[in-house]
């Protein structure tokens, strides 16, 4: 069963990926915005910001990441939305597959895109002056991070893809958490907010992925920000499951 499951799986996943081999703008404009803002803030708004001696690139780099994540997964909704609307999902019903595989494919194809997005807006980085000494295993930590935290909005992602009763109702979910790292340390140190505003920036989800990964870069303790971090993303990811399960179900009945 689980082998017939992971084959069912992969040849979804696949068809996904075909789909994005086709539109590969989708990619590209998933890492469009992420660059502009950071490209708007490093050269534009930098000097104004004062991050303690580290270049701001630096500084900026992690927020700039789960912007790009936040953004890439809006194609996912889009995607699930659409196999559920032209009602290929109900004709992947009446097969002999497993039934997770119709959503697993659309996960893995999240990852992957966001994958390629997020090394490219890396690239862009390097380019403005974007610098670290972290090692290997600090690295594998920042893309374990930023993988996990991709994993938790996709099944996010899929719940709005399967709620949705139009299109732009089903992107639409993503611009709250990409305006989220605004209110966080990702573009500004927290002390520097007003006291209601850094109690929320202090205490979201955001702020202890971007302190994370900004420690592990700077080749920094990473002292509890990255339990915190991973404890958000489990969290986030065990409720969105459960969710987009629960819905995939009823929407079958």
């Known amino acids: 069963m689980t082998t017939h499951a992971l084959s069912d799986t992969a040849v979804l996943t ?10 590969p703008d989708t ?5 469009i915005m992420p660059v502009a803002i950071m490209l708007l803030f490093v050269f534009v708004l930098g000097g104004a910001v004062d991050t303690g001696g580290t270049a ?26 659409l196999d559920v609307r032209g009602g290929i999902v109900d004709r992947l019903r009446s097969m002999p597959i497993a039934p997770a595989s119709v959503l697993w494919g659309h996960v893995l194809t999240s990852l992957l895109a966001n994958a390629v ?22 690295w594998l930590g920042v893309v374990g991070i930023l993988m996990a935290y991709t994993l938790a909005l996709t099944w996010v992602a899929v719940i709005a893809g399967l709620a949705a009763k139009t299109i732009d109702g ?3 979910f993503s611009y709250p958490l990409i305006f ?15 006291g209601p505003v850094r109690w929320f920036a202090e205490n979201q989800p955001v702020t202890s992925l971007v302190d994370a990964i900004r420690a592990l870069l700077a080749q920094q303790p990473v002292g509890t920000a990255v339990w915190i971090a991973l404890a958000w ?10 969710i987009a399960v629960a819905l995939f179900r009823r929407s079958g009945r």
């Not at 696949?14 to 539109?23: Q, V």
């Open 14 to 23: 696949g068809r996904s990926l075909r789909h994005i081999l086709r539109s």
């Open 27 to 31: 990619i590209v404009t998933t890492a």
């Open 56 to 81: 701001y690139v630096d500084f900026l780099l992690p927020g700039i990441l789960l912007i790009t994540v936040a953004s890439g997964i809006a194609y996912t909704a889009y995607r699930v939305f």
């Open 117 to 138: 997005s997020l090394a490219l807006v890396i690239g862009v980085a390097l380019l403005v002056g974007f610098r670290s000494g972290a090692s290997f295993g600090a």
């Open 170 to 172: 089903a992107s639409a």
């Open 180 to 194: 989220l790292p605004f209110v966080s340390s990702a573009f500004a140190p927290t002390d520097t907010m007003p």
């Open 233 to 242: 993303c489990v969290g986030i990811l065990a409720v969105a499951w459960a």
